[in-house]
């Protein structure tokens, strides 16, 4: 069984960048890694995310162009560098991974991690 831990996290205006990551113990060997996210009152939202060779990557809409994933499988680690931090990227943030399925739900991941809290004020 792998777990997450995920670290990063912190408070940061608005224009401002920010590091995530997610340490996995146990191998993530052909897993599927993501970030979700979740702000107070609403659902957890995809983010984006990658296969284990690292050769697709994808994104939600809203962060396309500001936010780039990336692993390093030899640390089993997945990142998530966030740039152009805007107040609505406000929410817990969540590593997740599975197999397969759809990749922009959650049902598709089998472990999760608890969260670290990205807060962007203006």
């Known amino acids: 069984q792998v777990q997450l831990v995920e670290s990063g996290g912190g408070s940061v205006q608005a224009g401002g960048s920010l590091r995530l990551s997610c340490a996995a113990s146990?191998?993530?060997?052909?897993?599927?890694m993501a970030w979700f996210r979740q702000a107070p009152g609403k659902e957890r939202e995809f983010v984006a995310g990658i296969t284990w060779d690292r050769l697709s990557t994808i994104y939600a809409d809203s962060v396309k162009g500001r936010f780039i994933i990336s692993r390093d499988n030899a640390k089993n680690t997945v990142y998530l560098q966030m740039s152009s931090l805007k107040t609505e990227d406000t929410a817990l943030y969540f590593c997740a991974t599975g197999y397969g399925g759809n990749r922009g739900e959650t049902n598709a991941y089998d472990q999760w991690g608890q969260g670290t809290q990205v807060t962007v004020s203006s």
């Open positions: 146990g191998s993530t060997f052909r897993r599927y």
